[in-house]
């Protein structure tokens, strides 16, 4: 059984980001998830981004956002740890270390270039 904690949209690309308590994000495509006719149906995730030590105590996923050209997803939860996702290639881009507490919500800017995961701003370096 699946249990989301939180859901997050990209508005160019027509998917649904959700974060679980299993510490993976699924990406659900909004018109598959449209076609599905009956209620015993469940679509499948188009991706599952997983980090390589997804298991544990604190495996869970607190905060998502997703910049909004759909080009970067961010997570974060009770490890302390803000990983960086690119959805188009599935593969995580960065990990940011070094937090003092769980993190409970995380922003995006609107160029893609700096997350701010609760109290902290951290630039991006492409």
Request: glycine share 8%; aromatic share 6%.
């Amino acid at each position: 059984m699946l249990f989301i904690h939180l859901l997050r949209n990209s508005r160019d690309q027509g998917w649904v980001a959700s974060g679980s308590f299993d510490r993976t994000v699924k990406l659900w495509d909004l018109s598959r998830a449209s076609q599905t006719t009956t209620t015993t149906t469940t679509p499948n995730p188009i991706m599952t981004l997983t980090p390589p030590d997804s298991s544990g105590a604190k495996a869970s996923i607190y905060a998502l956002a997703v910049d909004p050209q759909g080009h970067m997803i961010v997570s974060g939860g009770p490890e302390r740890v803000v990983r960086m996702w690119d959805p188009r290639v599935g593969k995580r881009i960065g990990k940011l270390v070094g937090h003092t507490d769980n993190i409970r919500a995380i922003l995006v800017s609107e160029d893609s270039r700096c997350v701010r995961p609760e109290y902290l701003t951290l630039q991006v370096v492409p």
